[in-house]
């Protein structure tokens, strides 16, 4: 080594070679840290930065978000204030921002949330159609999935009876079995998923529906991992994050496993569109995609699906164990819910107008979405196009992340649960739609408001509602002795659901014919 610093074989100057190499590799590090010094958002003058004590701002955004705008709140009631995350100062606005919002077209959600995700990376495919489809994907699920939502209840009602009985057909009568609640609930809504995305064939592939599963329990986690790394640094820091690599490799397999597929619909679809005829409706997201995209060009099907996989499983699975857990916490539900959906069923079948008609199921699911959601920030935006100019003259301007703080009386974990409270709100004149579960708007925000409103909360009710009457009415449910209450966490603004919480089952004979309730 000495020998080849000194060697003036290799040198410019009369300075060896070597020595060049050393002082600009000693550069590097500097010139990267000016680098983000200087293309770092700063955060915004004149609005006071929350922290929490003891801890580095970004990792109190990153692991304690609840408590963090807590504080702000208290610190800064009816003001807005900013927090640190990983990537850049956030903008928290006070509740009386939510309709001007709600009603501007320079605040966009994709870009928020997206736009923070490393959706260049190879393994975050799913990501990358997001951010490419900004609009496409949301107009797909509201369009065209809302659309054929009365024609697949029959099958998403087969389906769950079918996965129900392949998670819990071997359990033994008369005798109570323990099985782990999230992990359950989970599988049921990525078979809907799968059935309703890609059919019957690829719902049935278990390879398959275990990885719609996998890929979004490690894409999401693995993303914000990434988040604690400079963005520059993130393409060299993925090949060394465990998460990371099981991205790329279950984003592999996920290509692997259903571009055939995908090509196949991807034929039809294009066949029936160039003769003039609309797609099937029914199981065929491919369809939809090809229908709806005025672009065309090089959307990318299979992305789309696994963008489909981090928006709507494990969401809709977290809120399904939710909505059971807290059944089994206050039993005298089961009996309640168990009667409506017999009569219901009865009366309708297995139709949307029966899950229409499911109002103590729909107050349960609300008053768990309360629970879950009502402490976090909501309707996340970016600022886009242009300044945002509030009417009091606050000015955010283009390129800042904002959202918006719940409403000050929503207390979440610290109200008792009571889903009556759903059902006296319906019955007031007009009110019935406002507070239904699917309901987004000023009053009920969990969802989202306005135009970025979540668009795959119908389907979700669905999903919800179809898998609960079956799971009520074949099977009991108790809680072991000295049940947990499970943690509803957050990572940044993302509801996150980790729960070994293990709850009993016994089978029962379901009063009505669960595969044609109809008489
Ligand atoms: C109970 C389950 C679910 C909950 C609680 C939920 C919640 C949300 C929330 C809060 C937003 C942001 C809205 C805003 O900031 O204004 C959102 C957006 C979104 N959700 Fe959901 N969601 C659920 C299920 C689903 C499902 C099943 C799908 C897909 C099939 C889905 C797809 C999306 C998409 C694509 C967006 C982005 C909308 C846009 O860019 O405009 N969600 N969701």
């Avoid at 903008?91 to 959706?119: I, K, T």
């Avoid at 393994?123 to 900004?134: E, P, T, V």
């Avoid at 984003?251 to 679809?269: F, G, M, P, Q």
Wanted: some cysteine; hydrophobic content about 40%; charged content about 25%.
């Amino acid at each position: 080594m000495i020998n080849f610093l000194h060697n003036t074989a290799f040198s410019l100057a009369g300075i060896p070679l070597a020595i060049y190499t050393l002082v600009c590799l000693a550069a590097v590090p500097p010139i990267l840290w000016l680098y983000r010094f200087a293309t770092r958002q700063q955060p915004l003058r004149g609005v006071p930065i929350v922290t929490l004590d003891g801890q580095k701002p970004e990792e109190g955004w990153y692991a304690k978000p609840r408590e963090l705008l807590i504080k702000g709140r208290k610190q800064y009631p009816d003001q807005p204030f900013q927090v640190l995350s990983y990537s850049g100062p956030k903008l928290v606005l006070p509740q009386r921002y939510l309709e001007e919002v709600r009603d501007s077209p320079n605040a966009a959600f994709a870009p928020y949330v997206v736009g923070d995700m490393p959706w260049n990376l190879p393994g975050f495919d799913g990501f990358l159609a997001m951010y490419k489809h900004q609009s496409l994907i949301p107009e797909v699920l509201r369009v065209k999935l809302t659309q054929s939502l009365g024609l697949i209840t029959e099958g998403l009602a087969e389906e769950g009876i079918m996965v129900t009985e392949e998670l819990f057909g071997k359990l033994a009568p008369g005798q109570w079995h323990n099985i782990t609640l999230l992990a359950e609930a989970t599988k049921i809504i990525s078979r809907f998923t799968a059935r309703t995305m890609l059919g019957e064939e690829m719902a049935h592939d278990p390879e398959y529906v275990n990885l719609t599963i996998r890929y979004a329990g490690v894409a999401f986690p693995a993303a914000l991992q990434l988040r604690r790394w400079p963005r520059y640094l993130r393409p060299i820091v993925q090949y060394f994050t465990p998460l990371c690599q099981k991205a790329r490799c279950e984003a592999r397999t996920a290509r692997k496993l259903i571009t055939k597929e995908v090509e196949r619909r991807e034929k039809l679809a294009r066949a029936a569109i160039a003769a003039g005829q609309k797609v099937s409706k029914t199981h065929d997201s491919v369809g939809w995609v090809l229908e709806q995209s005025k672009t065309d060009g090089k959307l990318d099907l299979v992305g789309f699906q696994l963008a489909i996989f981090t928006a709507g499983i494990h969401n809709t699975g977290g809120h399904l164990f939710t909505a059971l857990w807290y059944i089994i916490a206050y039993p005298k539900y089961i009996q309640l819910l168990r009667e409506e959906a017999i009569s219901v069923l009865k009366e309708y079948g297995w139709t949307r107008q029966a899950l229409g008609r499911l109002r103590l199921q729909d107050a349960v699911h609300r008053e768990c979405l309360r629970i879950l959601r009502s402490n976090l920030a909501t309707a996340r935006r970016q600022v886009v196009k242009g300044d945002l100019k509030f009417s009091d003259g606050f000015t955010i301007p283009k390129g800042r992340n904002f959202v918006v703080m719940p409403p000050a009386d929503y207390q979440g974990e610290n109200e008792p649960f009571y889903p009556e409270r759903w059902i006296e709100k319906r019955a007031g004149e007009g009110q019935a739609n406002k507070h239904a579960f699917v309901a987004a708007n000023i009053e009920n925000q969990e969802f989202g408001v306005g135009k970025h409103a979540c668009p795959g909360r119908w389907f979700a009710n669905d999903e919800m509602k179809i898998a609960l009457c079956i799971l009520l009415l074949r099977y009991e449910w108790k809680a072991p002795p000295g049940m947990q209450k499970p943690l509803f966490a957050a990572c940044e603004d993302f509801p996150t659901f980790e729960s070994t919480v293990q709850v009993q089952i016994t089978p029962r004979e379901p009063e009505i014919d669960l595969a044609c309730p109809k008489i």
